[in-house]
């Protein structure tokens, strides 16, 4: 139980594109959804926090205009990367929690993005 | 600001040892614990969570939590070198579903 899948699990892409990326939970419910950025040899950056239905609450220094979050249903979370730049390259996962319990987060494989 | 601190390693450990991973924590109010282990290259997996004062243990792991020093452990039994990753200590603040994580602990476990 708890599987998360994240798709694509790798995009190269050139600069300027927008790239999405989808994120799923298989076997539970959602409420809420996260979205992290680790670069190489550092630790997990929160990006922004998702609950169906809602707007996401981002994080400071995190540009919501880039960064578009969509948690259309409980199973469904979206991150599409506007004009993506080299910068932008990085190693991106999603977590879920069912918002039950003790607010264990189950990850995604995780998606890696190049932006040349 | 809610912290979470874990030495960084790397830690390094011959096998069939115990290895023994700490945490501290600044939220008093926090609520529950967790450790995932993160390979290279990989994303987060959930090892376990703790959540009451004392020890938790499943399989090779045990947890353990101290709440009124705000330190929470993990001991690796047996350790075998695919234990060999970065171990990350994650804390449940009371008012909502994030987790506040330490920078993680880099665990080599050596034949």
């Known amino acids: 139980g708890a599987v998360v899948s994240q798709h694509p699990s790798w995009v190269i892409c050139k600069s300027g594109t927008s790239v999405k990326i989808e994120c799923r939970s298989l076997?539970?419910?959602?409420?809420?959804m996260f979205w992290y950025r680790q670069f190489p040899k550092q630790s997990l950056m929160l990006m922004a926090t998702s609950n169906e239905g809602s707007k996401a609450t981002y994080e400071q220094g995190v540009e919501k205009d880039k960064f578009l979050i969509n948690h259309a249903s409980l199973t469904l979370s979206t991150l599409t990367v506007t004009s993506a730049h080299p910068e932008d390259s990085s190693f991106y996962i999603c977590?879920?929690?069912?918002?039950?319990?003790?607010?264990?987060?189950?990850f995604g494989p995780g998606t890696r993005l190049t932006v040349l | 600001q809610k912290e979470v601190e874990q030495n960084s390693g790397p830690l390094s450990v011959p096998e069939g040892a115990i290895a023994s991973l700490n945490c501290t924590y600044s939220d008093r109010g926090s609520q529950s614990f967790f450790w995932y282990r993160q390979y290279s290259g990989k994303s987060p997996e959930l090892i376990m969570f703790i959540y009451s004062n004392g020890d938790k243990e499943d399989g090779r792991f045990t947890a353990q939590l101290n709440k009124a020093s705000q330190y929470v452990s993990l001991l690796i039994r047996d350790s075998q070198p695919s234990d060999s990753a970065t171990y990350l200590c994650?804390?449940?603040?009371?008012?909502?579903?994030?987790?506040?994580w330490g920078a993680g602990t880099k665990l080599i476990i050596k034949p």
């Open positions: 994650a804390v449940s603040p009371r008012s909502n579903y994030q987790l506040i």
């Open positions: 076997d539970f419910q959602a409420t809420t």
């Open positions: 977590s879920a929690t069912q918002g039950l319990g003790y607010n264990e987060q189950f």
